[in-house]
């Protein structure tokens, strides 16, 4: 059964500073994995996804990196501004065939003014 | 184009009372999902439609949830009768065939049970 944990649970830094938020998964049997966010009372906006065979994608100031072996993704913010504060969550699709995503519990992140 | 639509947006019942929830996909989406998140836990798969055929349902709780889509576009879930753990936020997604199969969500309906 895929378990999907993302550490921390919450995360403050002041503006302007680079972060890192980590994804890590036990079944390496994945298909793809998307980064989401969620603002408060929101819905979730797909923000970048990989493919298994993949190792990074790009999206601005947003960069996600896979390690399908170790069972590890980050998604790195450069740059971060108060309206990158959200929660963000980390959802991996097992392998074709089956498309429920399995969801971490998610980081949320405030960005210090 | 207009992103994946829910309704409502809030719904509070009391326990033992009926509520269904609407979704509407992106135009042109055969994939429908549905989605919740309980108090505190991970958002969670419910079912899975392709067009108007069921083709994984094995997250749904129990036989008081029921899931259509007729005609293969908007679906409804219907809880009846509702209990006070059926109380989170529902989420919608839609996706395309032939592609990278990414999933795009609506902005959930909240449900309180009382």
């Known amino acids: 059964k895929q378990e999907v944990t993302q550490i921390p649970a919450a995360l403050s830094v002041p503006e302007g500073e680079n972060l890192v938020l980590n994804c890590s998964f036990t079944?390496?049997?994945?298909?793809?994995l998307q980064w989401f966010r969620q603002d408060p009372g929101k819905g979730l906006t797909s923000l970048l996804l990989i493919q298994s065979s993949q190792r990074e994608q790009t999206s601005g100031r947003l960069n996600a990196s896979l390690d399908k072996s170790s069972g590890r993704s980050t998604l790195y913010i450069a740059a971060s501004q108060p309206g990158d504060s959200a929660t963000y969550l980390c959802?991996?699709?097992?392998?074709?065939?089956?498309?429920?995503?399995?969801f971490g519990t998610g980081t949320r992140l405030t960005i210090i003014p | 184009e207009a992103g994946v639509t829910q309704f409502p947006s809030h719904s509070v019942i009391e326990k033992g009372q009926t509520v269904t929830l609407r979704c509407d996909p992106i135009s042109g989406h055969d994939n429908l999902y549905w989605y919740r998140r309980v108090m505190g836990k991970e958002i969670k798969f419910l079912l899975h439609f392709v067009k108007e055929s069921k083709q994984d349902e094995s997250g749904m709780p129990n036989n008081r949830f029921l899931a259509e889509r007729t005609g293969g576009t908007y679906s409804t879930l219907k809880v009846q009768p509702a209990e006070l753990e059926d109380s989170g936020v529902y989420f919608c997604a839609s996706s395309a065939f032939g592609q990278s199969y990414e999933q795009y969500f609506g902005p959930g309906t909240r449900l309180t049970v009382t």
């Open positions: 959802a991996v699709r097992p392998n074709f065939g089956n498309e429920k995503l399995t």
């Open positions: 079944d390496s049997a994945i298909y793809n």
